[in-house]
């Protein structure tokens, strides 16, 4: 069997290591645009501040390609798909076979059409490379913009704040991290940033860049201008599903897949940030960009691949971050008006915590400071359980088994699943 995956993050490695536990000997190809070994991208901002180095960002021991019989193909991108011919087509003209496809291509940066983007200094921040340039190119106390405060833009900001830039961050939103954080809690974040030196721009953005070859500054929507020796896009990151684009494996906002994270077509399968899966808390199909969720997507569809009956049966999105010593962990969905909301705020101690529920289950929580015990949280949101006997002691930071109620904890124990 000739298996081909393309990419190399964790939807990459968790397919590998589903192959492996069916097919030991078949042969793996794993194309990946980058020339690095495998490695986590959410360290990327650590690296930038000096905080780790490479060999600490594997995600797998080097020796993995070897030890699984993987062929690895780095630096060279996927181009195409012939899907009659079975084969993916390098940007070098290289074909690779296949009877078993995982395309997983993970994201890429949103970058809007900005006048002046053509010019030099200016970063998305998704891979090793991006941070490595921006390295490079920062010169001592360098002045930064950041334009978007999501979770990309944040650690962004943290790293360069780090190493003694100024930095501003544009943001359309009234706050930071809106995706994933209410008001109370992302004012939480904003004060910790605040007083590392960072500042904000809300409920505006970059209308043009300045500069001649290099950036100098940016105008905004409202006709202000900030001057900036680096300018950072971090708006957001969509699905890469530029391989595809011109097959016909259906595609929607992601790559579309059923439970065994196959597309439409015979033996090509899509995992990962570039592929639509269950969420089980909204019921939707959707793209749910989060490492865990990619792995084991991943891993199902290598299973799959290699003759097993696996099925993917959702997830959730999910965020455990820190920015400062400052930790953050969310998970479901963030609240609004279809939904009941419990909330504690000590705004001296800057702890918050909050629950979302919609009919006595649990779909939703955010967790600032104090994140003790949120892996119960989100297992009562797995497992779909009514909280409504005592969901006003689930904002409890010291929320435990002892405050299920005795039929819930017995039903645990009864059930194997212990305390």
Known sequence: MEYCIVGNSAAAIGAVEGIRKRD???????????????????????????????DKMY??????????????????????????????????????????????????????????????NIFTFHKLDDVKAIEKALDGRARAIIIGAGLIGMKAAEALSCLGAEVIVVELANRVLSSILDEQAGALVRDVMENHGIRFVF?????????????????????????????IVAIGVIPNTDLVKNSPVPVNRGIVVNKKMETGLPGIYAAGDVAEGDDA????????????????QGEIAGLNMAGD????????????????????????????????????????????????????????????????????LTGLIQEGTNVGSFKEKL????????DWPCELRRERVLAGGGL
């Open 203 to 231: 409920e505006n953005t970059v209308k043009r860049v300045l500069g001649e070859e290099r950036v100098t500054g940016v105008e905004l929507a409202d006709g202000n201008r900030l001057e900036c020796d680096l300018l």
């Open 281 to 296: 808390v909204l019921g939707v199909r959707r793209v749910i960009p989060i490492l865990p969720n990619a792995y084991r």
């Open 59 to 120: 995600y797998r021991p080097l020796g993995f390609y070897e030890h699984n019989g993987i062929r690895f193909i780095g630096g060279k991108p996927a181009a195409a798909l012939d899907t009659k011919g079975r084969k993916v087509v390098l940007a070098c003209g290289d074909e690779i076979p296949y009877d078993r496809l995982l395309v997983a291509t993970g994201g890429k940066p949103f970058v809007p059409a900005i006048d002046g983007l053509d010019k030099k």
């Open 309 to 376: 009956e696996a099925a993917f049966s959702g997830g959730f999105a999910m965020n455990a971050i820190g920015f400062f010593g400052y930790s953050i962990a969310t998970a479901g969905v963030p609240g609004g008006p279809d939904y009941e909301e419990l909330a504690v705020l000590d705004p001296d101690e800057r702890t918050y915590r909050k629950i979302v529920l919609k009919n006595n289950r649990l779909v939703g929580f955010i967790a600032m400071k104090d994140i003790n015990r949120i892996g119960m």
């Open 24 to 54: 030991k000997t078949g042969r793996i190809t794993v194309v990946s645009a980058e020339i690095y070994h495998t490695y986590s991208r959410p360290l990327i901002s650590y690296y930038l501040a000096g905080k780790v180095k490479i």
């Open 395 to 402: 904002v409890k930071t010291d929320f435990g088994y002892l």
